[in-house]
């Protein structure tokens, strides 16, 4: 693959993409044999994050602009010894070279957002790679879903770049004649088998004078007899030649088919970038933030309406219990959006981290810190705020407080249950499906639905697993302590009373909750504990997913 624009053709499931992958050295290594050679030397581990690779999908954030997305690359790509101002300007020639002036400031688009068109969108994808003007430049299937004029103008703008010395090697399926003429080297598979590999413009020539006669009907035949003509041409044997000599000259080195990712800047360099195009994508996203705030706000209407001003009587007891109940549960169920947190980019960041971009710990912390803040921590305090005062609960600013903190940590918990469950998923519905399960099996242990000291002994450590449960068993606390339910009784009611709980002391002992000072803060430590082992599990799950094909 020299110089220009060497284009990798075949059919459907021929070997395209994967031949590609392995050149890119973006595929798994294990199984693969033979070895790499850039300009005859083995290829570096980080070749990856040396070399440019646009993949078949868009990989850009869509609610940033152009100009945006490539600041963004040249921030974390470029080496730290470049100054801001060398990277504006290599941005702003980038942006003139790829013709996007006129879209420079427009937002990519997303499926709710409109957007530049679908030729400025692939430029804008070749545009992240070159920001580290690679001298090789991979491209898989870039005329994927463009109409042929856009195809037309992609490849033109390939082809430009290739006139001035750099690499360009791209798999390409059924092109049309106006693009194939561009083509410098063409190699052609079939079942992953080489047919062809030379001058494209001597293809049509070089199939032409194989003999019909002498290919056999059957389809395996015909590769066999094809990989044998191609043995037999002098493109083979002068590719062959080559080949040798590269390989005599080439320095004696151990093997390797390690894949090693190298950062040019530092971990607090990306996390400031990264940290910020999270928060700038979240607030971007009114469906993801304005939404969930209002959701929550009418979901703290609906419970404060519902349970209105409860009274200190025995049905206000039960009003109180019920609306602690559903608050808890209801963090569960509304942290449930962040199933898709990590599998809604898992394309962009998995191109990104093995691009070198940035590290793991980077990306993990930002998005948790966004998700947390803005779709936890908010709604969390807006739903309290309502709620807590419209029910009419303990009117203390210790107990209010206290009651905000339970419920934002019941939230903090349940979403970390989510990542830890979605961290490894592709698909947000079967993520969803096992949360829901998760949730609902836990809200059988929270302590209404079955009186928690009744429960036989081989299942009631599972109470242990609960989430709802430590919310639950807090707010009671918070709440009940200090209450008394039969002030109003007349000396003929009072007679009652040992048939009734008239304290909340009395409620929560009935309950099996301890109403202690440990007995409450116990509830937080066991949330915090689950809260840091579910996001530990979620980081090592993104840690070892499949990162190659």
């Not at 504006?88 to 709710?112: C, F, H, P, S, W």
């Not at 928690?452 to 449960?469: E, G, T």
């Amino acid at each position: 693959m020299k110089p220009g624009l060497n284009a990798i053709m075949g059919a459907t499931g021929s070997g395209k993409s994967s031949f590609l992958d392995v050149l890119a050295a973006r595929k798994d290594p294990a199984g693969l044999t033979g070895e790499v050679l850039i300009d005859g030397a083995p290829q570096p581990p980080n070749f990856k994050c040396l070399s440019g690779y646009v993949v078949q999908d868009d990989v850009v954030m869509g609610t940033l602009t152009v100009r945006e997305n490539f600041s963004f690359s040249a921030a974390l790509r470029l080496p730290a010894s470049v100054s801001q101002e060398e990277k504006e300007e290599k941005v702003n020639r980038l942006i003139q070279e790829l013709g996007l002036n006129k879209v420079a400031d427009a937002r990519v688009g997303t499926q709710l957002i409109r957007g530049i068109s679908g030729g400025e969108r692939k430029r804008t994808n070749i545009g992240m790679e070159l920001i580290i003007d690679p001298s090789v430049l991979f491209l898989d299937e870039p005329t994927t879903g463009l109409d042929a004029s856009t195809a037309n103008s992609v490849l033109l703008l390939l082809k430009r770049m290739a006139n001035h010395g750099r690499t360009i090697i791209l798999s390409i399926h059924q092109p049309r004649y106006s693009i194939y003429r561009l083509f410098d080297s063409l190699t052609l598979l079939v079942n992953g088998k080489q047919v062809y590999h030379g001058p494209a413009q001597s293809a049509l020539d070089y199939f032409s004078d194989i003999d019909p006669d002498s290919v056999s009907t059957s389809r395996q035949g015909i590769e066999e007899r094809l990989v044998q003509e191609y043995k037999s041409c002098s493109h083979y044997k002068q590719t062959k030649t080559e080949l040798e000599r590269i390989v005599l000259g080439k320095a004696t080195t151990t093997r390797t088919l390690s894949r090693t990712i190298t950062y040019n800047t530092s971990f607090l360099t990306q996390f400031r970038w990264v940290l910020k195009r999270t928060f700038r994508n979240l607030m971007l996203n009114p469906q993801t933030s304005v939404a969930q705030v209002a959701v929550t706000l009418f979901l703290a209407l609906v419970v404060g309406a519902i349970f209105f001003d409860v009274k200190d009587d025995q049905s206000g007891m039960q009003n109180r219990f019920g609306a602690l109940f559903f608050i808890t549960v209801n963090q569960c169920f509304s942290s449930l959006s962040s199933a898709e947190l990590f599998i809604a980019e898992r394309k962009l960041f998995i191109h990104e981290y093995i691009s070198g971009y940035y590290r793991l710990s980077v990306y993990f912390l930002s998005k948790i810190l966004s998700d947390i803040i803005t779709l936890r921590t908010i709604p969390a305090m807006v739903f309290s705020c309502v709620a807590y005062f419209m029910i009419g609960l303990k009117a203390t600013a210790e107990a209010f407080f206290l009651f905000m903190f339970s419920v934002t940590l019941v939230s903090y918990t349940a979403t970390s249950m989510a990542l830890a469950i979605s961290a490894d998923q592709t698909v947000v519905a079967i993520a969803n499906i096992y949360m829901t399960i998760s949730c609902v099996f836990m809200m059988i242990f929270a302590g209404l639905l079955v009186n928690l000291p009744s429960i036989v002994s081989w299942l009631a450590w599972l109470k242990y697993l609960s989430i709802p449960r430590y919310g639950l068993g807090a707010l009671q606390v918070n709440e009940f302590v200090g209450l008394k339910f039969c002030g109003g009784f007349n000396s003929i009611k009072r007679n009652l009373c040992s048939l009734l709980s008239c304290t909340g002391e009395d409620f929560l002992v009935e309950q099996g909750v301890d109403y202690s000072s440990w007995g409450f803060w116990q509830n937080h430590l066991a949330l915090g504990v689950m809260t840091f082992c579910f996001l530990t599990i979620a980081y090592l799950k993104l840690r070892f997913i499949k990162k190659f094909t």
